[in-house]
């Protein structure tokens, strides 16, 4: 093993991760409260006059909506009285690259490791954001429906873009945006391991 320099990072990955995983998971509400303070912010300016207000309930997203039902039960803006439309999503479902990026930087023998521990971090932020905002629109474009489309003058292509950077973002990005971010940090220990990969890597 003490040779096989693949072989023991892939046996520290394995290691890493549970820990990693458990680690992110009880501390949700802390990593994921910029991500939603921004993206409430974002969210305002994009769709003014349609969120009422983005809350972090322990690791769900609490999401009211500038939408009720008026006395004939149709959805209209703003709501009447205090019943407004609101949603509990999950964000967990497209953040889940956090502790993937953080056992493969701690599996990677490195004098950097916490410093890219660090920049991966913070690198990731805008995936997430990007992930939340759109799967914020989804929910208004597709669960409050017609009402939310009409108040922001969605056109049907407008309301295909948002499905699918809704899939983008909870299929696509947390899968390659930490394999991207790590090979960015450690191209090094890549060239260690793959000699014929140093024109491809080369700074």
Same mark, same amino acid.
């Given at each position: 093993?003490?040779?096989?320099?693949?072989?023991?990072?892939?046996?520290?990955?394995?290691?890493?991760?549970?820990?990693?995983?458990?680690?992110?998971?009880?501390?949700?509400?802390?990593?994921?409260?910029?991500?939603?303070?921004?993206?409430?912010?974002?969210?305002?300016?994009?769709?003014?006059?349609?969120?009422?207000?983005?809350?972090?309930?322990?690791?769900?997203?609490?999401?009211?909506?500038?939408?009720?039902?008026?006395?004939?039960?149709?959805?209209?803006?703003?709501?009447?009285?205090?019943?407004? &439309?609101?949603?509990?999503?999950? /964000? @967990? *479902?497209?953040?889940?690259? !956090?502790?993937?990026?953080?056992?493969?930087? $701690? +599996?990677?023998?490195?004098?950097?490791?916490?410093?890219?521990?660090?920049?991966?971090?913070?690198?990731?932020?805008?995936?997430?954001?990007?992930?939340?905002?759109?799967?914020?629109?989804?929910?208004?474009?597709?669960?409050?429906?017609?009402?939310?489309?009409?108040?922001?003058?969605?056109?049907?292509?407008?309301?295909?873009?948002?499905?699918?950077?809704?899939?983008?973002?909870?299929? &696509?990005?947390?899968?390659?945006? /930490? @394999? *991207?971010?790590?090979?960015? !940090?450690?191209?090094?220990?890549?060239?260690? $391991? +793959?000699?014929?990969?140093?024109?491809?890597?080369?700074?």
């Amino acid at each position: 093993m003490m040779g096989k320099p693949l072989q023991r990072f892939m046996l520290s990955v394995l290691i890493f991760f549970p820990l990693t995983f458990f680690i992110w998971y009880v501390t949700a509400g802390f990593h994921l409260a910029p991500v939603t303070l921004i993206t409430g912010k974002l969210l305002g300016w994009l769709v003014p006059d349609a969120l009422m207000w983005l809350r972090l309930d322990g690791h769900m997203l609490v999401l009211a909506s500038n939408f009720g039902h008026d006395v004939s039960g149709a959805v209209v803006s703003p709501p009447v009285g205090d019943d407004v &439309l609101g949603f509990h999503l999950n /964000p @967990l *479902i497209y953040s889940y690259s !956090l502790p993937l990026l953080a056992a493969l930087i $701690l +599996a990677t023998p490195s004098p950097y490791k916490w410093q890219n521990l660090f920049w991966g971090m913070l690198v990731m932020l805008p995936t997430e954001i990007f992930s939340m905002t759109f799967s914020i629109l989804k929910t208004l474009t597709f669960d409050v429906g017609a009402a939310f489309q009409a108040q922001q003058s969605l056109s049907p292509a407008t309301a295909d873009l948002i499905a699918l950077g809704y899939q983008v973002g909870t299929l &696509l990005l947390p899968m390659i945006a /930490p @394999l *991207i971010i790590w090979v960015a !940090l450690n191209r090094d220990f890549l060239i260690h $391991l +793959a000699p014929q990969l140093r024109k491809s890597l080369a700074r």
